[in-house]
């Protein structure tokens, strides 16, 4: 059925707009759940909880 189909691709979507992805180890959750916010730089910088890769990096506006 195509109309599962576009169900997936449709909650995909939602799922990338409000969660983070690291590119090293593949941990995936929501913005503001289990990544480590890194509070001694003057950034928005958060960090991977499981393998410690920077996944964020942007100034603070
Ligand atoms: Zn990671």
Do not use: N
């Not at 189909?5 to 799922?15: A, C, N, R, V, W």
């Amino acid at each position: 059925m195509t109309d599962s189909i576009l169900y997936t691709s449709d909650s995909d979507q939602q799922f990338s707009k409000t969660a983070l992805f690291c590119p090293t180890c593949e941990h995936a959750s929501p913005i503001g759940s289990d990544w480590i916010m890194d509070d001694s730089v003057q950034r928005d910088r958060l960090l991977c909880p499981r393998c410690g890769t920077v996944v964020v990096d942007q100034p603070q506006l």
